[in-house]
């Protein structure tokens, strides 16, 4: 089913092109968790075995396509403000113990936790709620978006390669799936329980408990 889905997903790569990259990973910045580790990887294998799409051309798109999303976020936060998004966040899958945590992640790291969020799972695409809600530079915001998404696109597209570069996988043995998928699991499990589950379940600081009351 895996092989499937990534050769359904290289196939429409070959039409889609940059725009996808650029579409998929708007959404993924955005209030749908879609995993950029399952966009940026299969292109830079398919760019890397055909020469149909240039490394370079995937980074710049996923930077641009995340920027995209986050800046919807941001605007969204911004515009509405926080009582409005924390009472109806929750339709478009942004509940309040979202929003809480990345406030807490947010004070925690301050403005340079924007670039540090686009290397982390999860706070990746809550950062753009507090950064809008208290109406953060929006060109600061834009830059440390676009260069932590454009590294972060490289270390996938660097993924990417290595594993279209093991035969076993790519002949679809379980095992190997396994190791690799286990490896991710890992990796960006330890990423999120050291770098963002401790912050955003913490208790709350004073000026985050402040602005709840």
């Given at each position: 089913m895996i092989r499937e889905l990534i050769d359904w997903y290289l196939a429409t790569l070959q039409t889609g092109g940059y725009?996808?990259?650029?579409?998929l990973m708007a959404v993924e910045?955005?209030?749908?968790?879609?995993?950029?580790?399952?966009?940026?990887?299969?292109?830079?294998?398919?760019?890397?075995?055909?020469?149909?799409?240039?490394l370079v051309g995937i980074v710049l798109a996923g930077a641009l396509g995340s920027w995209v999303g986050a800046t919807a976020m941001y605007?969204?936060?911004?515009?509405?403000?926080?009582?409005?998004?924390?009472?109806?966040?929750?339709?478009?899958?942004?509940?309040?113990?979202?929003?809480?945590?990345a406030e807490r992640w947010a004070s925690r790291f301050g403005s340079v936790g924007i670039f540090i969020s686009r290397l982390l799972p999860?706070?990746?695409h809550l950062i753009g709620i507090p950064a809008g809600i208290v109406r953060?530079?929006?060109?600061?915001?834009s830059i440390y978006t676009l260069l932590?998404?454009?590294?972060?696109?490289?270390?996938?597209?660097?993924?990417?390669i290595?594993?279209?570069?093991?035969?076993k996988l790519l002949a679809g043995e379980a095992h190997r799936i396994a190791i690799w998928l286990g490896g991710a699991?890992?990796?960006?499990?330890?990423?999120?329980?050291?770098?963002?589950?401790?912050?955003?379940?913490?208790?709350p600081t004073k000026a985050t408990a402040t602005r709840q009351a």
């Open positions: 725009p996808l990259i650029a579409l910045s955005s209030v749908v968790p879609l995993p950029s580790e399952l966009v940026i990887p299969p292109a830079a294998h398919l760019a890397y075995t055909s020469g149909k799409l240039s605007w969204f936060s911004r515009v509405a403000g926080r009582p409005l998004v924390m009472r109806f966040g929750k339709y478009v899958f942004i509940s309040p113990e979202k929003i809480l945590g999860v706070v990746r953060m530079d929006y060109w600061k915001f932590g998404s454009g590294i972060w696109c490289g270390v996938l597209c660097w993924i990417g290595k594993a279209g570069q093991d035969q699991m890992l990796i960006l499990g330890g990423m999120y329980y050291f770098l963002v589950h401790r912050y955003m379940k913490a208790e």
